[in-house]
């Protein structure tokens, strides 16, 4: 017994000692696609965040504060008002004005936030898009909670796909967003 | 000693519950006075919270909602019919009540999400209206786990047919739909 003691001892001050070794002031750099260039940041992400906000953002699914991945946006969940300093009778509820700079930005932290190191080695291009959860999970490749949302061929994913492949297919993102 | 542990096993089992689905239940409140359980209870409210597999009320309800005349106005509109196609491209159809409720029971209908909503009903003049859902529900059977009274920034508002009242106006339900003297 006290021999088994003594071992509990030992894995826990190596345990703890373990923790000590974390810089507290690093910073990891983490990249994501096309908010790089500054200049067509928003217009190419909004795209890709209108095929995000409506078929991963309903209230039920990822338009809940509760949810990890969380998408706001027009038809969804809004970012708390106070913050964004509109009330709903300026329209800002879900289903009301479009969609915010600052959920857009927001949206885009989010997805890219899901998987920080892959995302950076996405863009980097040293791994695949198709790696990331983020595509994984609506194509039923990995377990999803809200089921199959696209095939490989629909517009959809290949919005997402182009996106992290760094050009957005304007054609496909908007083909996915003007279905019902 | 393992008769012990095992009924050790089944207290702890036996006291495990949701206690978020329990608060929310528990915030809905008491019935309505002289409206008792029934098709025409508690208008406006998650239905599945309750009439669903963990809380377990009878009949078990896949989806269920209530729809009103306007965002502004809570007035119960009835015999709107409410259309849902789901992920499979099956097709269902119900009408409301004079509570504005309307329901399937897990027996009548298992749908497939996400579905897509519409809602069809008549003005007092003109032709049918239709109505289609913004976006598409996703996976809750409940349409007042969004819907949650008024609207908000994290709330559609309720269900509604119309932007504003017709001319003329819905009519006003009776008011002794559902009561019981």
New interface residues.
């Given amino acids: 017994m006290n021999r088994a003691w003594f071992a509990l001892v030992l894995v826990t001050a190596r345990a703890l000692s373990g923790c000590s070794d974390v810089d507290e002031n690093a910073v990891t750099q983490v990249r994501c696609p096309t908010f790089d260039d500054e200049a067509t940041a928003f217009e190419d992400f909004r795209l890709v965040s209108t095929v995000l906000e409506k078929r991963c953002g309903m209230m039920d699914c990822h338009g809940s504060m509760a949810r990890p991945l969380r998408i706001f946006g027009s038809s969804g969940l809004r970012e708390p008002g106070v913050g964004n300093g509109l009330a709903a009778d300026a329209g800002y509820y879900p289903g009301g004005r479009a969609t915010t700079e600052r959920e857009l930005l927001d949206n885009h932290r989010s997805v890219c936030g899901l998987e920080p190191e892959l995302m950076t080695a996405v863009v980097e291009k040293q791994a695949e898009p198709v790696d990331l959860l983020l595509v994984q999970k609506p194509l039923l490749r990995e377990k999803h909670k809200g089921g199959r949302v696209f095939l490989p061929a629909d517009e959809g994913n290949v919005c997402i796909l182009s996106w992290l492949s760094g050009k957005v297919d304007e054609a496909a993102c908007t083909a996915e967003a003007a279905k019902p | 000693m393992t008769g012990a542990l095992f009924l050790a096993l089944a207290a702890l089992l036996a006291g495990c519950g949701n206690p978020v689905v329990d608060d929310e239940i528990s915030a809905l409140g008491d019935e309505k006075p002289g409206v008792p359980p029934s098709e025409y209870h508690r208008p406006g409210q998650p239905c599945v919270l309750c009439h669903g597999p963990y809380e377990g009320a009878d009949p078990e309800l896949s989806l269920a909602g209530t729809i009103y005349a306007t965002a502004e106005e809570p007035v119960p509109i009835e015999g709107v019919r409410v259309l849902v196609t789901d ?1 499979v491209g099956a097709k269902r159809e119900k009408r409301t009540n004079c509570a504005g409720n309307f329901f399937w029971t897990a027996e009548e209908y298992i749908p497939s ?2 579905l ?1 909503v519409e809602i069809a009903f008549q003005s007092a003049s003109g032709p049918e209206r239709r109505a ?1 859902m ?7 059977g409940s349409c007042a ?2 819907h949650v009274g ?8 309720r269900v509604f047919c119309a932007p504003s009242q017709p001319t003329p106006p819905f009519p006003v339900p009776d008011a002794a739909c559902g009561v019981v003297r």
């Fill in positions: 992920s999400f996400p897509k289609s913004g976006s598409r529900i996703g996976r809750d786990g969004c008024e609207r908000s920034d994290a709330s559609p508002g």
